[in-house]
Protein backbone atom coordinates (compact mmCIF):
# COMPACT_ATOMS: atom_id res chain seq x y z
CA UNK A 1 0.00 0.00 0.00
CA UNK A 2 3.08 2.27 -0.58
CA UNK A 3 5.10 4.13 -3.11
CA UNK A 4 8.75 5.33 -2.83
CA UNK A 5 8.38 8.44 -4.23
CA UNK A 6 12.62 9.12 -4.45
CA UNK A 7 13.07 6.37 -7.68
CA UNK A 8 12.55 6.19 -10.61
CA UNK A 9 11.73 8.77 -13.69
CA UNK A 10 10.64 11.56 -12.77
CA UNK A 11 7.87 12.74 -15.12
CA UNK A 12 6.28 9.03 -15.29
CA UNK A 13 6.27 9.09 -11.06
CA UNK A 14 4.95 11.99 -10.24
CA UNK A 15 2.37 11.53 -12.81
CA UNK A 16 1.40 8.39 -11.74
CA UNK A 17 1.21 9.30 -8.30
CA UNK A 18 -0.80 12.77 -8.82
CA UNK A 19 -3.02 11.00 -11.21
CA UNK A 20 -5.73 9.23 -8.77
CA UNK A 21 -5.46 12.74 -6.45
CA UNK A 22 -6.64 14.98 -9.17
CA UNK A 23 -9.80 12.34 -9.71
CA UNK A 24 -10.41 12.05 -6.54
CA UNK A 25 -10.74 16.12 -6.46
CA UNK A 26 -12.82 15.45 -9.29
CA UNK A 27 -15.41 13.10 -7.71
CA UNK A 28 -14.83 15.46 -4.41
CA UNK A 29 -16.04 18.43 -6.52
CA UNK A 30 -19.19 16.36 -7.68
CA UNK A 31 -20.18 16.81 -4.17
CA UNK A 32 -20.67 20.50 -4.60
CA UNK A 33 -21.43 20.89 -8.06
CA UNK A 34 -24.45 17.99 -7.87
CA UNK A 35 -25.55 19.87 -4.57
CA UNK A 36 -25.42 23.32 -6.60
CA UNK A 37 -27.25 21.79 -9.60
CA UNK A 38 -29.87 19.72 -7.81
CA UNK A 39 -30.67 22.72 -5.66
CA UNK A 40 -30.11 25.70 -7.90
CA UNK A 41 -32.62 24.07 -10.65
CA UNK A 42 -35.09 22.87 -7.63
CA UNK A 43 -35.10 26.35 -5.47
CA UNK A 44 -33.33 28.62 -7.73
CA UNK A 45 -31.67 31.70 -6.53
CA UNK A 46 -32.70 31.76 -3.20
CA UNK A 47 -31.15 27.91 -2.72
CA UNK A 48 -27.64 28.97 -4.27
CA UNK A 49 -27.71 32.18 -2.18
CA UNK A 50 -28.11 30.40 1.17
CA UNK A 51 -25.39 27.23 -0.08
CA UNK A 52 -23.16 30.27 -0.47
CA UNK A 53 -23.99 32.20 2.36
CA UNK A 54 -23.16 28.90 4.97
CA UNK A 55 -19.83 28.09 2.27
CA UNK A 56 -17.37 30.51 4.24
CA UNK A 57 -18.31 29.16 7.97
CA UNK A 58 -17.97 25.53 6.61
CA UNK A 59 -14.94 25.73 5.26
CA UNK A 60 -13.27 27.55 7.94
CA UNK A 61 -13.82 24.63 10.40
CA UNK A 62 -12.57 21.75 7.75
CA UNK A 63 -9.65 24.30 7.08
CA UNK A 64 -8.29 22.77 10.11
CA UNK A 65 -8.87 19.22 9.28
CA UNK A 66 -7.28 20.50 5.96
CA UNK A 67 -4.27 21.90 7.67
CA UNK A 68 -4.05 18.99 10.28
CA UNK A 69 -4.09 16.76 7.32
CA UNK A 70 -1.13 18.60 5.76
CA UNK A 71 0.76 18.85 8.81
CA UNK A 72 0.62 15.11 9.85
CA UNK A 73 1.18 14.06 5.89
CA UNK A 74 4.38 15.48 5.62
CA UNK A 75 5.44 13.94 9.08
CA UNK A 76 4.79 10.56 8.05
CA UNK A 77 6.05 11.42 4.22
CA UNK A 78 9.94 11.66 5.57
CA UNK A 79 9.24 8.67 8.22
CA UNK A 80 8.95 6.47 5.38
CA UNK A 81 11.48 7.77 3.41
CA UNK A 82 13.96 6.88 5.91
CA UNK A 83 11.78 3.43 6.61
CA UNK A 84 10.99 4.15 9.86
CA UNK A 85 8.18 2.51 9.88
CA UNK A 86 7.36 2.38 13.75
CA UNK A 87 7.61 5.96 14.01
CA UNK A 88 5.53 6.67 11.49
CA UNK A 89 2.97 4.02 12.32
CA UNK A 90 3.17 5.78 15.71
CA UNK A 91 1.90 9.03 14.01
CA UNK A 92 -0.19 7.73 11.75
CA UNK A 93 -2.44 5.90 14.90
CA UNK A 94 -1.94 9.23 16.97
CA UNK A 95 -2.61 11.74 13.66
CA UNK A 96 -6.37 9.48 13.32
CA UNK A 97 -7.00 9.69 17.11
CA UNK A 98 -6.40 13.61 17.18
CA UNK A 99 -8.30 14.04 14.40
CA UNK A 100 -11.49 12.65 15.82
CA UNK A 101 -10.86 15.07 18.95
CA UNK A 102 -10.22 18.03 16.88
CA UNK A 103 -13.37 17.06 14.65
CA UNK A 104 -15.58 16.95 17.97
CA UNK A 105 -14.55 20.19 19.35
CA UNK A 106 -14.50 22.69 15.78
CA UNK A 107 -17.95 20.82 15.33
CA UNK A 108 -19.51 21.82 18.54
CA UNK A 109 -17.61 25.29 18.42
CA UNK A 110 -19.17 25.62 14.42
CA UNK A 111 -22.81 24.40 15.02
CA UNK A 112 -22.60 26.95 18.49
CA UNK A 113 -21.57 29.96 15.99
CA UNK A 114 -23.36 29.61 13.14
CA UNK A 115 -26.61 32.05 13.55
CA UNK A 116 -24.24 34.43 15.03
CA UNK A 117 -21.72 34.37 12.12
CA UNK A 118 -25.14 34.71 9.47
CA UNK A 119 -26.23 37.86 11.63
CA UNK A 120 -22.73 39.14 11.38
CA UNK A 121 -22.53 39.42 7.48
CA UNK A 122 -25.94 40.75 7.34
CA UNK A 123 -27.72 37.62 5.71
CA UNK A 124 -30.96 38.41 4.28
CA UNK A 125 -33.98 37.43 6.11
CA UNK A 126 -35.39 35.34 3.05
CA UNK A 127 -31.96 32.83 2.94
CA UNK A 128 -31.27 32.96 6.69
CA UNK A 129 -33.41 30.35 7.81
CA UNK A 130 -32.28 27.82 4.91
CA UNK A 131 -28.23 28.77 5.46
CA UNK A 132 -28.30 28.53 8.98
CA UNK A 133 -29.90 24.90 8.64
CA UNK A 134 -27.17 23.98 5.72
CA UNK A 135 -24.26 24.67 7.95
CA UNK A 136 -25.63 23.15 10.83
CA UNK A 137 -26.16 19.60 9.30
CA UNK A 138 -22.72 19.64 7.54
CA UNK A 139 -21.04 21.13 10.43
CA UNK A 140 -22.58 19.68 13.52
CA UNK A 141 -23.67 16.11 11.65
CA UNK A 142 -20.49 15.82 9.43
CA UNK A 143 -17.55 17.60 10.64
CA UNK A 144 -16.19 15.03 12.65
CA UNK A 145 -15.91 12.12 9.66
CA UNK A 146 -14.14 15.03 7.45
CA UNK A 147 -11.49 15.57 10.10
CA UNK A 148 -11.18 11.84 10.51
CA UNK A 149 -10.89 11.05 6.46
CA UNK A 150 -8.99 14.16 5.80
CA UNK A 151 -5.89 12.33 8.42
CA UNK A 152 -6.69 9.09 6.72
CA UNK A 153 -6.15 10.54 2.83
CA UNK A 154 -3.05 12.49 4.57
CA UNK A 155 -1.68 8.90 5.56
CA UNK A 156 -2.34 7.15 2.44
CA UNK A 157 -0.76 10.03 0.22
CA UNK A 158 2.39 10.06 3.05
CA UNK A 159 2.93 6.40 1.91
CA UNK A 160 2.69 6.90 -1.96
CA UNK A 161 -0.76 5.26 -2.39
CA UNK A 162 -3.48 7.49 -3.91
CA UNK A 163 -5.54 5.06 -5.11
CA UNK A 164 -7.62 3.89 -2.61
CA UNK A 165 -8.51 7.33 -1.53
CA UNK A 166 -9.45 7.20 -5.12
CA UNK A 167 -11.83 4.43 -4.85
CA UNK A 168 -13.85 5.93 -1.26
CA UNK A 169 -14.42 8.76 -3.13
CA UNK A 170 -16.05 7.75 -6.28
CA UNK A 171 -18.17 5.15 -3.88
CA UNK A 172 -19.06 8.11 -1.89
CA UNK A 173 -19.81 10.23 -4.97
CA UNK A 174 -22.35 8.08 -6.33
CA UNK A 175 -24.02 7.91 -3.00
CA UNK A 176 -24.28 11.04 -2.71
CA UNK A 177 -26.00 11.51 -5.99
CA UNK A 178 -28.49 8.90 -4.91
CA UNK A 179 -29.37 10.56 -1.67
CA UNK A 180 -29.41 14.01 -3.74
CA UNK A 181 -31.89 13.18 -6.14
CA UNK A 182 -33.88 10.47 -3.21
CA UNK A 183 -34.06 13.90 -0.82
CA UNK A 184 -34.59 17.21 -2.36
CA UNK A 185 -36.23 15.81 -5.77
CA UNK A 186 -38.36 12.85 -4.90
CA UNK A 187 -38.87 14.15 -0.77
CA UNK A 188 -38.90 17.38 -2.01
CA UNK A 189 -36.48 18.35 1.58
CA UNK A 190 -34.50 20.89 -0.11
CA UNK A 191 -31.72 22.79 1.14
CA UNK A 192 -31.42 20.41 4.12
CA UNK A 193 -31.79 16.90 2.21
CA UNK A 194 -28.79 17.98 0.23
CA UNK A 195 -27.05 18.62 3.55
CA UNK A 196 -28.14 15.28 4.42
CA UNK A 197 -27.09 13.73 1.38
CA UNK A 198 -23.38 15.14 1.82
CA UNK A 199 -23.06 14.13 5.48
CA UNK A 200 -24.15 10.28 5.14
CA UNK A 201 -21.34 10.32 1.43
CA UNK A 202 -19.15 11.39 4.06
CA UNK A 203 -19.78 8.98 6.96
CA UNK A 204 -19.55 5.84 3.94
CA UNK A 205 -16.21 7.15 3.11
CA UNK A 206 -14.73 7.56 6.13
CA UNK A 207 -15.88 4.45 7.61
CA UNK A 208 -14.12 2.89 4.61
CA UNK A 209 -11.28 4.36 4.64
CA UNK A 210 -10.82 4.03 7.85
CA UNK A 211 -11.66 0.01 7.93
CA UNK A 212 -8.69 -0.83 5.17
CA UNK A 213 -6.19 1.00 7.12
CA UNK A 214 -6.44 -0.09 10.06
CA UNK A 215 -6.23 -3.56 8.55
CA UNK A 216 -3.32 -2.61 6.36
CA UNK A 217 -1.56 -1.20 9.30
CA UNK A 218 -1.79 -4.79 11.00
CA UNK A 219 -0.25 -6.34 8.17
CA UNK A 220 3.24 -4.05 8.53
CA UNK A 221 5.26 -5.78 10.47
CA UNK A 222 7.60 -2.75 12.60
CA UNK A 223 9.79 -2.03 15.36
CA UNK A 224 7.90 -1.07 18.78
CA UNK A 225 5.57 1.67 18.31
CA UNK A 226 2.32 3.72 20.74
CA UNK A 227 -0.72 3.46 19.36
CA UNK A 228 -0.93 7.12 20.34
CA UNK A 229 1.50 9.64 21.75
CA UNK A 230 0.74 12.92 23.35
CA UNK A 231 4.24 14.71 22.02
CA UNK A 232 3.78 13.24 18.82
CA UNK A 233 -0.18 14.22 18.85
CA UNK A 234 1.92 18.11 20.14
CA UNK A 235 4.57 18.72 17.22
CA UNK A 236 1.63 17.64 14.48
CA UNK A 237 -0.59 20.71 15.74
CA UNK A 238 2.33 22.52 16.05
CA UNK A 239 3.59 22.32 12.80
CA UNK A 240 0.45 22.15 11.31
CA UNK A 241 -0.79 25.68 12.96
CA UNK A 242 0.52 27.63 10.07
CA UNK A 243 -1.47 25.78 7.51
CA UNK A 244 -4.70 25.72 9.09
CA UNK A 245 -4.43 29.64 9.57
CA UNK A 246 -3.48 29.85 5.90
CA UNK A 247 -6.45 27.35 5.21
CA UNK A 248 -8.92 29.49 7.42
CA UNK A 249 -7.91 32.89 5.97
CA UNK A 250 -8.59 32.00 2.37
CA UNK A 251 -12.50 31.32 4.08
CA UNK A 252 -12.37 33.85 6.63
CA UNK A 253 -11.41 36.25 3.40
CA UNK A 254 -14.83 34.56 1.74
CA UNK A 255 -16.69 35.49 4.33
CA UNK A 256 -16.11 38.82 4.51
CA UNK A 257 -16.61 38.88 1.33
CA UNK A 258 -20.17 37.78 1.57
CA UNK A 259 -20.65 40.92 4.03
CA UNK A 260 -19.41 43.23 1.52
CA UNK A 261 -21.88 41.91 -0.87
CA UNK A 262 -25.11 42.12 1.62
CA UNK A 263 -23.85 45.72 2.18
CA UNK A 264 -23.77 46.46 -1.52
CA UNK A 265 -27.74 47.79 -1.66
CA UNK A 266 -28.38 48.99 1.54
CA UNK A 267 -31.54 52.28 1.31
CA UNK A 268 -32.22 50.48 -2.70
CA UNK A 269 -35.30 50.02 -3.12
CA UNK A 270 -36.07 46.25 -3.50
CA UNK A 271 -32.23 45.63 -1.76
CA UNK A 272 -32.86 42.33 -0.53
CA UNK A 273 -33.83 40.80 -3.91
CA UNK A 274 -30.75 42.61 -5.32
CA UNK A 275 -27.96 41.27 -2.60
CA UNK A 276 -29.99 37.77 -3.00
CA UNK A 277 -29.37 37.73 -6.89
CA UNK A 278 -26.04 39.18 -6.71
CA UNK A 279 -25.22 36.32 -3.89
CA UNK A 280 -26.51 34.09 -6.32
CA UNK A 281 -24.89 35.09 -9.01
CA UNK A 282 -21.17 35.06 -6.54
CA UNK A 283 -21.91 31.70 -5.36
CA UNK A 284 -22.49 29.79 -8.91
CA UNK A 285 -19.02 31.88 -10.10
CA UNK A 286 -17.45 31.17 -6.65
CA UNK A 287 -18.08 27.33 -7.06
CA UNK A 288 -16.94 27.17 -11.03
CA UNK A 289 -13.56 29.01 -9.79
CA UNK A 290 -13.12 26.83 -6.80
CA UNK A 291 -13.57 23.77 -8.82
CA UNK A 292 -10.44 24.82 -11.35
CA UNK A 293 -8.58 26.37 -8.26
CA UNK A 294 -8.69 22.79 -6.83
CA UNK A 295 -8.12 20.99 -9.91
CA UNK A 296 -5.28 23.08 -10.73
CA UNK A 297 -3.78 22.44 -6.56
CA UNK A 298 -4.17 18.59 -7.01
CA UNK A 299 -1.44 18.98 -9.95
CA UNK A 300 0.67 20.90 -8.49
CA UNK A 301 0.36 19.54 -4.79
CA UNK A 302 1.35 15.86 -5.94
CA UNK A 303 5.23 17.69 -5.67
CA UNK A 304 4.60 18.06 -1.66
CA UNK A 305 4.89 14.66 -0.90
CA UNK A 306 7.53 14.23 -3.51
CA UNK A 307 8.85 17.12 -1.93
CA UNK A 308 9.36 15.76 1.88
CA UNK A 309 10.10 12.11 0.98
CA UNK A 310 12.61 13.51 -1.46
CA UNK A 311 14.10 16.14 1.06
CA UNK A 312 15.00 13.54 3.50
CA UNK A 313 17.14 11.72 1.89
CA UNK A 314 18.78 14.80 0.37
CA UNK A 315 18.07 14.45 -3.27
CA UNK A 316 17.48 18.37 -3.60
CA UNK A 317 17.91 17.82 -8.07
CA UNK A 318 15.07 15.66 -8.12
CA UNK A 319 13.10 18.18 -6.62
CA UNK A 320 13.86 21.03 -8.75
CA UNK A 321 13.02 18.18 -11.56
CA UNK A 322 10.06 17.51 -9.91
CA UNK A 323 8.80 21.03 -10.29
CA UNK A 324 8.66 21.93 -13.72
CA UNK A 325 7.38 18.41 -13.98
CA UNK A 326 4.54 19.52 -11.53
CA UNK A 327 4.54 22.93 -12.90
CA UNK A 328 3.51 22.17 -16.46
CA UNK A 329 0.83 19.20 -15.36
CA UNK A 330 -0.98 22.12 -13.66
CA UNK A 331 -0.79 24.67 -16.53
CA UNK A 332 -1.91 21.84 -18.98
CA UNK A 333 -5.38 21.88 -15.97
CA UNK A 334 -5.67 25.41 -16.23
CA UNK A 335 -5.61 25.89 -20.04
CA UNK A 336 -8.33 23.15 -20.29
CA UNK A 337 -10.52 25.14 -17.58
CA UNK A 338 -9.68 28.46 -19.34
CA UNK A 339 -11.05 27.03 -22.71
CA UNK A 340 -14.09 26.22 -21.18
CA UNK A 341 -14.84 29.11 -18.65
CA UNK A 342 -13.95 31.60 -21.07
CA UNK A 343 -15.82 30.32 -24.86
CA UNK A 344 -19.55 30.08 -22.54
CA UNK A 345 -19.34 31.56 -19.60
CA UNK A 346 -22.88 31.93 -19.34
CA UNK A 347 -23.50 28.03 -20.38
CA UNK A 348 -21.42 26.70 -17.58
CA UNK A 349 -23.54 29.27 -15.28
CA UNK A 350 -26.82 28.18 -16.94
CA UNK A 351 -25.98 24.60 -16.59
CA UNK A 352 -26.01 25.19 -12.38
CA UNK A 353 -29.16 27.23 -12.21
CA UNK A 354 -31.75 27.67 -15.19
CA UNK A 355 -33.76 29.78 -12.52
CA UNK A 356 -31.01 31.93 -11.59
CA UNK A 357 -32.30 35.96 -12.43
CA UNK A 358 -30.23 38.23 -15.03
CA UNK A 359 -28.59 39.70 -12.30
CA UNK A 360 -27.32 36.64 -10.89
CA UNK A 361 -25.99 35.79 -14.36
CA UNK A 362 -24.49 39.10 -14.88
CA UNK A 363 -22.43 38.98 -11.66
CA UNK A 364 -21.14 35.27 -12.33
CA UNK A 365 -19.69 36.55 -15.69
CA UNK A 366 -18.21 39.87 -14.33
CA UNK A 367 -15.84 37.60 -12.28
CA UNK A 368 -15.50 34.24 -14.15
CA UNK A 369 -14.47 36.13 -17.53
CA UNK A 370 -11.77 38.50 -16.05
CA UNK A 371 -10.29 35.92 -13.28
CA UNK A 372 -10.10 32.86 -15.59
CA UNK A 373 -7.10 33.53 -17.35
CA UNK A 374 -5.18 34.73 -14.45
CA UNK A 375 -5.36 30.77 -13.18
CA UNK A 376 -2.04 30.54 -14.90
CA UNK A 377 -0.55 32.76 -12.26
CA UNK A 378 -1.68 30.54 -9.68
CA UNK A 379 -0.38 27.25 -10.71
CA UNK A 380 3.00 28.91 -10.57
CA UNK A 381 2.05 29.47 -7.38
CA UNK A 382 0.93 26.47 -6.11
CA UNK A 383 3.62 24.85 -8.28
CA UNK A 384 6.18 26.70 -5.73
CA UNK A 385 3.96 26.46 -2.50
CA UNK A 386 4.00 22.21 -3.04
CA UNK A 387 7.78 22.59 -2.45
CA UNK A 388 7.54 24.85 0.85
CA UNK A 389 5.20 22.76 2.19
CA UNK A 390 6.77 19.36 1.34
CA UNK A 391 10.21 20.90 2.66
CA UNK A 392 8.55 22.28 6.16
CA UNK A 393 9.10 26.07 5.73
CA UNK A 394 5.27 26.29 6.31
CA UNK A 395 5.48 29.63 7.21
CA UNK A 396 6.80 30.72 3.86
CA UNK A 397 3.80 29.41 2.39
CA UNK A 398 1.52 31.32 4.72
CA UNK A 399 3.03 34.54 4.28
CA UNK A 400 2.55 34.52 0.65
CA UNK A 401 -0.99 33.15 1.08
CA UNK A 402 -2.25 35.36 3.46
CA UNK A 403 -1.08 38.33 1.93
CA UNK A 404 -3.19 37.00 -1.19
CA UNK A 405 -5.86 37.33 1.22
CA UNK A 406 -5.31 40.77 2.69
CA UNK A 407 -4.70 41.96 -0.95
CA UNK A 408 -7.82 40.51 -1.97
CA UNK A 409 -10.52 41.30 0.57
CA UNK A 410 -9.08 45.30 0.72
CA UNK A 411 -9.68 45.76 -2.75
CA UNK A 412 -13.29 44.14 -3.02
CA UNK A 413 -14.00 46.69 -0.08
CA UNK A 414 -12.38 49.59 -1.47
CA UNK A 415 -13.45 49.39 -5.30
CA UNK A 416 -16.84 47.85 -4.30
CA UNK A 417 -18.84 51.43 -4.36
CA UNK A 418 -17.48 52.23 -7.63
CA UNK A 419 -17.01 48.52 -9.34
CA UNK A 420 -19.63 47.07 -7.31
CA UNK A 421 -18.82 42.92 -7.91
CA UNK A 422 -15.99 43.53 -10.43
CA UNK A 423 -14.15 44.75 -7.30
CA UNK A 424 -13.78 40.86 -6.16
CA UNK A 425 -12.40 40.37 -10.09
CA UNK A 426 -9.69 42.29 -9.09
CA UNK A 427 -9.11 41.74 -5.85
CA UNK A 428 -8.31 37.96 -7.28
CA UNK A 429 -6.25 39.15 -9.87
CA UNK A 430 -3.98 41.31 -8.03
CA UNK A 431 -4.01 39.21 -4.62
CA UNK A 432 -2.65 36.20 -6.98
CA UNK A 433 0.20 38.11 -9.08
CA UNK A 434 1.44 39.34 -6.10
CA UNK A 435 1.75 35.93 -3.70
CA UNK A 436 2.94 34.34 -6.83
CA UNK A 437 5.98 37.21 -7.07
CA UNK A 438 5.87 35.90 -3.37
CA UNK A 439 6.45 32.71 -3.24
CA UNK A 440 8.86 32.25 -6.29
CA UNK A 441 10.99 34.66 -4.28
CA UNK A 442 11.08 31.79 -1.41
CA UNK A 443 11.63 29.04 -3.67
CA UNK A 444 14.10 30.31 -5.90
CA UNK A 445 16.14 31.64 -3.02
CA UNK A 446 16.66 27.86 -1.49
CA UNK A 447 15.44 29.25 1.73
CA UNK A 448 13.02 26.21 1.98
CA UNK A 449 16.32 23.98 1.47
CA UNK A 450 18.49 26.19 4.03
CA UNK A 451 15.49 25.98 6.51
CA UNK A 452 14.95 22.27 6.58
CA UNK A 453 18.78 21.67 7.06
CA UNK A 454 18.64 23.27 10.45
CA UNK A 455 15.05 23.24 10.71
CA UNK A 456 12.19 22.17 13.66
CA UNK A 457 11.32 18.63 11.76
CA UNK A 458 15.00 17.46 11.80
CA UNK A 459 16.08 18.31 15.21
CA UNK A 460 13.06 17.03 16.31
CA UNK A 461 14.60 13.79 15.39
CA UNK A 462 17.89 14.39 16.31
CA UNK A 463 17.44 15.96 19.96
CA UNK A 464 14.05 14.16 20.75
CA UNK A 465 15.26 10.50 19.74
CA UNK A 466 12.53 9.26 22.52
CA UNK A 467 9.47 11.26 20.20
CA UNK A 468 8.48 8.32 18.32
CA UNK A 469 9.60 6.08 20.39
Known sequence: MTKNLTEGKIFKTLFLFTLPMFLSVVFQQLYGIVDTIIVGQKTGTDGLAAMGASFPLIMICMSFAIGYCVGSSIIISQLFARQEMGRAKTAIYTSIITSLMLGIVISAIGVGISKSVLSAIRTPNGIFKDANEYQMIIIGAGGVFIFVYNSIVGAYQALGNTKLPLFFLILSTIVNIILDVLFVIVFNLGIQGAAWATVISQ???????????????????????????????????????????????????????????????????????????????????????????????????????????????????????????????????????????????????????????????????????????????????????????????????????????????????????????????????????????????????????????????????????????
Not at 254 to 271: D, E, K, T, W
Request: glycine share 6%.
Open 203 to 469: FVACILALSVLLANMKKVDTEKFKAFSAKVMGQTIQFSIPIVLQQASIFIGALLIQNMIFRLYQGVPNAEQLNTSTAAGYTVSGRLIGIAVMCIFTMANGLTNFTAQNIAVGKYDRIRKGFWVALAMALVTTLVFVIAFEASPEGITRAFSKKTDDKGMEVAKKILIPVTPFMAILAVKMTGDSILRGSGSVIYYFISTFIDLVIRVALAYALAKRLKMSAVAVGFIVGWVFSAFLTLSFVLSKRWKKSYEKNKIKKIFKRYPELFA
